[in-house]
């Protein structure tokens, strides 16, 4: 056991040596059946089905099981896009082993709360190995990488922890802020939290909206944080196609142009950059980290939303 501890331990944040460890258990134990799953006596896993689109499959006399395992990244909204349609004909778990949480919107992890995927957590199968390695009909060696197993998970849990007490979620956190907005906020139910890339490194943004203006142009919010302080709501349009994008920069800029909501105003950015994307106007003086200030803040995003919506009915217009 000590030998399998210590591989475990040197590769505990690889998936790769997590979907070693299930393979075997998956194959030679009852864990599925301790995860709360059905499965048959005569069962074939395999590693990286559907061309990848999941780690484990689990195959027998019902329905298969596919098995999505996460260590260190998020699961996404666009994994869940993929990986959830094939709960039509089967059952779909996802493994949350280290620092994973769901970043999707509500309208995408709702299917996960109504049964159509399972979530169980690094606690979870830790306790399901704790029933799984007694059995009595489990091999020494199998017993032994669960018993192996179910301890280097309660101790990723606790670094997890550990790393979560001294890097608290609040709104210092820029997707907390992001999940907490769109939890209070109507217009924000069908946000996105993702990743945008840029030069100086990149940060993780939140946006909503789309309102079409023109073939190809739509208008749309963006939350930016990371080294914003506090985090900058922007205003911004998208542009593809054979559209002019100075001509829809310019036009957005006017009607913008000294725009005042409730409690605060539309500041026009420094400098009016082009491209693909092209932030029109800055919502200023927005304090999303004093709680006593929460209601301004949200009276302000359906004032912007609706800002953004005219907007984009302007560049239709014009």
């Given amino acids: 056991m000590d030998a399998i501890a210590r591989l475990l331990n040197a590769g505990d944040t690889v998936e790769a040596v997590h979907q070693a460890a299930w393979y075997v258990l ?7 059946s301790e995860l709360g799953f059905q499965t048959s006596a005569e069962r074939k896993v395999t590693w990286e089905p559907k061309a990848g689109l999941f780690d484990l499959e689990v195959a027998g006399d019902g329905q298969p099981v596919w098995i999505e395992l996460k260590v260190d990244s998020d699961l996404s909204e666009w994994q869940l896009s993929r990986q959830l349609p094939y709960t039509a004909s089967g059952t779909v778990l996802y493994a949350l082993l280290g620092l994973t949480a769901l970043r999707a919107r509500p309208s995408m992890t709702n299917r996960i709360a109504a049964g159509g995927g399972h979530v169980r957590t690094g606690a979870d199968i830790a306790a399901a190995l704790d029933r799984t390695s007694v059995k009595a009909d489990i091999a020494p060696g199998v017993a032994e990488l669960a018993r192996a197993y179910a301890a280097q998970l309660r101790e990723l849990t606790d670094r997890g922890s550990a790393f979560r007490s001294a890097d608290p979620w609040t709104p210092l956190n820029d997707v907390f802020l992001y999940e907490l907005l769109r939890t209070n906020c109507s217009v924000m139910h069908d946000s996105t939290i ?3 890339s840029n030069p100086s490194g990149g940060f993780q943004a939140c946006h909503w909206g789309w309102f079409e203006a023109d073939a190809g142009v739509c208008s749309y919010l963006q939350w930016e944080g990371q080294h914003q302080t506090p ?13 002019d994008r100075d001509t829809a920069k310019a036009a957005a800029a006017r009607f913008l142009a000294d725009r005042k909501l409730t409690s605060t105003t539309v500041k026009r950015p420094q400098t009016l950059r082009s491209g693909k994307t092209m932030t029109v106007g800055i919502i200023d003086g927005l304090d999303v980290r004093s709680e006593s200030s929460w209601q301004a803040v949200l009276d302000t995003m359906v004032e912007a939303t609706r800002l953004t919506r005219e907007l984009a009915e302007h560049l239709r217009a014009r």
Avoid: W
């Fill in 194 to 196: 993702a990743y945008v």
């Fill in 231 to 243: 985090p900058k709501l922007c205003i911004k349009i998208h542009v593809t196609g054979s559209a």
């Fill in 26 to 32: 998956l194959q030679e134990s009852g864990l599925l």
